[in-house]
Each structure stands twice: as structure tokens, then as C-alpha cells.
């Protein structure tokens, strides 16, 4: 597949919203009580936020979303909520795509800082959230959005690293150009097992005690004023971080 042949536009019409409900289905596979509703895609739209949609041959093959928000003492930043890719586009720099025009939406607005979550066990993205796009983390939310349907989660808390992305920083300068990130000397390593999710699958109750013991290493060095700044392999690398 030519990746130039994908299109990414931002979307602003009901149709195009109703869309993004069926990849939210075939993506996770989540029950429709849980699926970010229309209306709030709409409100988005509204409110200074980006719909993002992804289009091969016509066909809406993945979307993102950003909504605007503030920080205590009033400075603005966009909260990515949901970005997701049809398993037949993944691996093809789509989400790469869709983060850097949220990024460009975000500077033409004078913000920057745009921030999300992710799940800890998940190597592959973790890697991509901090040494391709150059973000740090350094907040451990335990089950944020509660047990879910969806069997990308496995019935596991939906235990979440926020995800702090400074847009003017050199570290995100760096990635942007496809450099390698700017890290602060490693003062501390935590080891995911790297077929957790397998895990998962087969033992269930070991797979959610090593998801808690994970949860308290963070805990720990977020207290000491770590951030987690490298991912190689199955490691986080965390170290001291000023993002200004």
C-alpha cells in the first residue's frame, strides 16, 4: 500500500462523526455504552477542538481526536483522547501522521503542550509516544476509565501514563526530525515483560499482579521527581526532566 495514498482531513460533518462510532467498534471492540458518543465529536468540533479522519480510496480507515483544555493558573493545552488505526493500516507512519497535523493545529494556536494517555504494558506504543514523537511521562492514573468491554484490555484495570508532549522543547524538535531524543542521565529502569499481553490470555490473576507491582515502581519515581524519558525495549528509562 503507497501511504500517499491515505488522506488526512479534518472532519466536520454528522456522516463523517458516525464513522468514527464504527471504527471505535472494529478497533476496540467496545460495547456501544462505551463508545465516545456523536455528540461529543460535534461539541469538539465546536469548541476550538480537531477531529481528525484518515481515508484510503474514500474509506475512513482511522481518526483522532483532541479537545482543548486548562491548566491550573490558566494555561491552555489539547488533551488527545482517542486515536486509532484499522489493524490493516497499522505500521504504516499513519499515526505519525495524525499526531504531527494535531501538533501543527495545536502551534497555529499558540498551544503547546498537548497531552494523552496510554497503557504502560504497551511497549510497541509507549516507544512511540516517547522516543518518536519525543513526550514524557511523568503521572501513573490508576484504572482511569474503569474495566472496559473492549478485548484489548482483557478485563485488566485500564491502568494509564499520562503522556506530556512539549511541542517547543529540542527533545520534540529532535524527534520531529526523526533524531534521536534528548535524555537526561538514566537514574532509574522499570521492566515490562515484553509478551505481558500474552499473559494476559493465560493467567489472568499473575498478569494483574504484575500490573500493580509496575503501578508502584511508577508511583515510586514519579514521587522522587523522575519522568520516564526512554523506552528501549521492554525498559522504561526514567530520569530527572524540566519541560520549560
Known sequence: METNEIEIRQLIELSEFAEV???????????????????????????????????????????????????????????????????GYRNTGLGRRMKLAQREYA???????????????????????????????????YNQYGRTSSHLHGGLPTDRLVAEWWLRTSRAEAALNQRPVERPSI??????????????????????????????QFETHFRAGLAVVGVQKNLYLLGAWDSK
Open 187 to 216: 537514574e532509574a529502569r522499570i521492566e515490562v515483560p515484553a509478551n505481558f499481553f500474552d499473559l494476559v490470555r493465560e493467567d489472568a490473576a499473575r498478569a494483574a499482579s504484575i500490573q500493580a507491582a509496575i503501578g508502584e
Open 107 to 141: 502551534l497555529a494556536r499558540g498551544v503547546e503542550l498537548i497531552e494523552w494517555t496510554f497503557d504502560p504494558l504497551g511497549l510497541k506504543n509507549a516507544f512511540f509516544n516517547i522516543e518518536k514523537l519525543g513526550a514524557i511521562a511523568r503521572r501513573y492514573v
Open 21 to 87: 462510532l464504527r471504527l471505535q467498534r472494529e478497533i476496540w471492540g467496545f460495547d456501544d455504552i462505551e463508545l465516545l458518543p456523536l455528540r461529543l465529536f460535534v461539541v469538539a468540533d465546536k469548541i476550538g477542538g480537531q477531529v481528525l479522519g484518515a481515508f484510503h480510496h474514500r474509506k475512513m480507515i482511522g481518526f483522532c481526536l483532541c479537545i482543548p483544555g486548562i491548566k491550573p493558573g490558566g494555561k491552555p493545552y489539547f488533551h488527545s483522547q482517542m486515536l486509532g488505526v484499522l489493524p
